[in-house]
């Protein structure tokens, strides 16, 4: 029998979630021996909280084996007819526009990254890719899915406390991941999400059969949302339509943490940026080998400060900042954009401006973002 999963950094024992009344921005206190208390009630509700053991992000995980990603999976249910689909941030892009309401969450899911891993699968149909830093100089994505759900997205791995910051901009986003660190719980149970393990949801996680635990657990989008709620759901404060002026031509640019790295090279026929991690290909698992390849990467400094929490090796977790300021580079179009960011709260998207203020505007199409540290 298959089974579902929740997020991590070392090693855990049960974990837990905010009730299905849980507003966004106002996260409840409650004290990590109150967080069963809470579990029970949202199982209630109709809720997803996690229970039992989960991913230590360095430990062998739990789950059945024997199944291939994308394989005898069923079909994820199609975006509302009555919802028209509209390009990420197109609230931003005609202000005369007035779009409607979202029609549910958006799923958010954390992807390994390390060469065990690759290649993912599902990585193509995500909306956004967030590329972030984690102990020992490695890096971990957190791929976000409104206008698509695909069959399969993996492997899922453990989350950290700097997702919870990033999360925020969304209502009341569904966090998928496999473990979490006993003493970042309780922030996770705080938390304006839904955060939905493999024992939260029999059935929406399962083992592949190519891979070796923990780097290869996946999950089924369709069990976990009834369908994509639409571009209305990305609340980035990304903007997209033409290019902005000036600019500087660009066939490639690569980004280095201390043990990974990520080399985007424009393609002027796909008019995309195709991506290698760590001298190879990005690809994904799909019958043609399809690459990664956004229309737009952003590389956004920020600071990055080691987090209370650490991996089991001792390794801190770096936190990398998201909200405030600083500067940005903007690749489309085969060129590239020195910019500057700015988040003033948590609840409020990412606006990118040229250096006298005016909106920049990304190429319609996937976007990823790397998180990289300020010079």
Avoid at 310 to 329: F, I, M, Q, R, W
Wanted: aromatic letters at 6%.
């Amino acid at each position: 029998m298959e089974r579902g999963a929740r997020v991590g950094v070392t090693t855990v024992d049960g974990g837990t979630g905010p009730g299905c009344g849980a507003r966004r921005g106002r996260p409840v206190k409650r004290s990590v021996a109150a967080l069963a208390t809470v579990v029970a009630a949202a199982l209630a509700a109709g809720c997803s909280a996690p229970s039992g053991p989960v991913d230590d992000a360095r430990g062998a995980g739990h789950g059945p084996a024997g199944h291939r990603p994308d394989s005898a999976d069923p079909a994820p249910a199609a975006p509302s007819p009555s919802r028209p689909e509209r390009t990420p941030g197109g609230a931003d892009h005609d202000p005369g526009v007035r779009t409607p309401p979202p029609a549910g969450p958006l799923l958010a899911v954390k992807i390994d990254n390390v060469r065990a891993a690759r290649p993912q699968t599902g990585l193509d149909a995500a909306d956004i890719v967030y590329v972030e830093p984690v102990e020992g100089g490695l890096s971990r994505l957190m791929a976000v899915y409104a206008t698509k759900l695909p069959k399969a997205v993996g492997p899922v791995r453990s989350a950290r406390e700097s997702d919870l910051e990033l999360l925020r901009q969304f209502d009341r986003p569904v966090l998928a991941f496999s473990g979490a660190q006993r003493k970042l719980l309780p922030l996770i149970g705080e938390a304006p999400l839904r955060p939905v393990t493999p024992d939260a949801v029999p059935g929406a996680y399962y083992r592949g059969a190519d891979g070796q635990a923990p780097h290869n657990l996946y999950v089924r989008p369709g069990r976990l949302l009834p369908s994509a709620p639409g571009a209305a759901a990305l609340t980035t404060g990304f903007r997209f339509g033409a290019a902005p002026d000036g600019g500087t031509p660009r066939t490639s640019r690569t980004v280095r943490y201390p043990a990974a790295r990520f080399t985007f090279e424009w393609s002027p026929g796909r008019r995309r940026w195709l991506v290698s991690t760590d001298g190879r290909a990005t690809t994904t698992t799909t019958a043609d080998g399809r690459r990664a390849a956004p229309a737009t990467v952003v590389v956004q400094y920020m600071k990055v400060r080691a987090s209370a929490y650490h991996d089991s090796l001792g390794n801190h977790t770096p936190y990398p900042e998201t909200v405030g300021a600083g500067k940005a580079e903007v690749l489309r179009d085969g060129r590239s954009y020195a910019v500057r960011w700015k988040r003033p709260t948590a609840e409020e998207g990412t606006r990118f401006t040229t250096n006298d203020g005016r909106p920049v505007a990304f190429a319609p199409g996937q976007v990823w973002v790397v998180f990289a540290k300020a010079p």
